[in-house]
T-cell receptor, first 113, second 108 residues
Framework: DTGVSQDPRHKITKRGQNVTFRCDPI?????LYWYRQTLGQGPEFLTY????????KSRLLSDRFSAERPKGSFSTLEIQRTEQGDSAMYLC???????????FGPGTRLTVL | TQLLEQSPQFLSIQEGENLTVYCNSS?????LQWYRQEPGEGPVLLVT?????EVKKLKRLTFQFGDARKDSSLHITAAQPGDTGLYLC????????FGTGTRLTIIP
């Protein structure tokens, strides 16, 4: 296992389309996090899971956004009816419950035209 | 709303110079972390500071945590081009709350 992986790395879509991103965490990590990073800013927390349970959601996560981690392994983040303001880098991170260190994936860069 | 402000936002210096980056929080977190992020990649953890007044050194990087555990600094000695990147501080609780970032460029 070489780290957190995300797919796709880049996604270009038209406004109004739905998109789905996937994150595969480090295998022994039970916590998985999603962050969003816009150009020139630090990442902002969206949501996190412990195993398959979604424990916290940011108010940034509007009802157009949904995240799942059905078997406590990989996770998906879906954005419905995309808007230009959704253009950002979407970062996934994983950690072990008892440690503070989060390991980040390379991100999925979304561009909404 | 970002709770952690970093300064400066941008910094461009010559190779061999020293620099300091600052992080100021409006809240106290259980600990504070510093990350470096390169283009097209996710942030990578550099250090975690927990105790007020703590100083940690990582080769040419020195991290300080303020006594009140609300401010922190990162000092780089004899900067090298490989130090170029986006430096982020982050408050740690159940999640990370990142600062606004400092984009550092070291000119050879």
């Amino acid at each position: 296992d070489t780290g957190v992986s995300q797919d796709p790395r880049h996604k270009i879509t038209k406004r109004g389309q739905n998109v789905t991103f996937r994150c595969d965490p480090i295998s022994e990590h039970n916590r998985l996090y999603w962050y969003r990073q816009t150009l020139g800013q630090g990442p902002e927390f969206l949501t996190y899971f412990q195993n398959e349970a979604q424990l916290e959601k940011s108010r940034l996560l509007s009802d157009r956004f949904s995240a799942e981690r059905p078997k406590g392994s990989f996770s998906t983040l879906e954005i419905q009816r995309t808007e230009q303001g959704d253009s950002a880098m979407y970062l996934c991170a994983s950690s072990h419950r008892t440690y503070n260190e989060q390991f980040f994936g390379p991100g999925t860069r979304l561009t909404v035209l | 709303t970002q709770l952690l402000e970093q300064s400066p936002q941008f910094l461009s210096i010559q190779e061999g110079e020293n620099l300091t980056v600052y992080c100021n929080s409006s809240s106290v977190f259980s600990s504070l972390q510093w990350y470096r992020q390169e283009p097209g990649e996710g942030p990578v953890l550099l250090v975690t500071v927990v105790t007020g007044g703590e100083v940690k050194k990582l080769k040419r990087l020195t991290f300080q945590f303020g006594d009140a555990r609300k401010d922190s600094s990162l000092h780089i000695t004899a900067a090298q081009p490989g130090d170029t990147g986006l430096y982020l501080c982050a408050g740690v609780d159940e999640k990370l709350t990142f600062g606004t970032g400092t984009r550092l460029t070291i000119i050879p």
